[in-house]
């Protein structure tokens, strides 16, 4: 069993950056499928960030393209995903998923299903106007 557990959210101003981490436990493996998906109020998940930790190939939504970079630490047991030039509508609830990282492509399949088997209980970010 994997656990994951988000944190680093917070409330900034418009403008602003968050790091938000996501830490993996329990049975590890050596590469993952991660990914980023985020929650507004009264809204649908929304795919932000993905990734193949045992290549590093990362995946981004269109709307966060060029502001928010996902990277895994060496030992690929903690998830970064960096926010920069924060607008109000990254506001949300984000979460962090996981899977076995069996390869590039079965990541990429994953991360277009949002079909993780894994997820954390999610951290909530705010942005101010």
């Known amino acids: 069993q994997v656990q994951l557990e988000e944190s680093g959210g917070g409330s900034v101003q418009a403008g602003g950056s968050l790091t938000l981490s996501c830490v993996v436990g329990?049975?590890?493996?050596?590469?993952?499928?991660m990914a980023w998906f985020r929650q507004a109020a009264g809204k649908e998940r929304e795919r932000v960030a993905g990734?193949?930790?045992?290549?590093?190939?990362?995946y981004y939504a269109d709307s966060v393209k060029g502001r928010f970079t996902t990277y895994p630490d060496k030992s690929a047991r903690i998830l970064y995903l960096q926010m920069t030039s924060l607008r109000p509508e990254d506001t949300g609830m984000y979460y962090c998923?996981?899977?076995?990282?069996?390869?590039?492509?079965?990541?990429?399949?994953?991360?277009?299903?949002?079909?993780?088997?894994?997820w954390g209980q999610g951290t909530q970010v705010i942005v101010t106007p």
């Open positions: 998923a996981a899977d076995l990282g069996v390869g590039a492509d079965y990541c990429y399949t994953q991360w277009m299903s949002q079909g993780y088997n894994y």
């Open positions: 329990g049975y590890t493996y050596s590469s993952y499928c």
């Open positions: 990734i193949f930790t045992g290549r590093g190939d990362a």
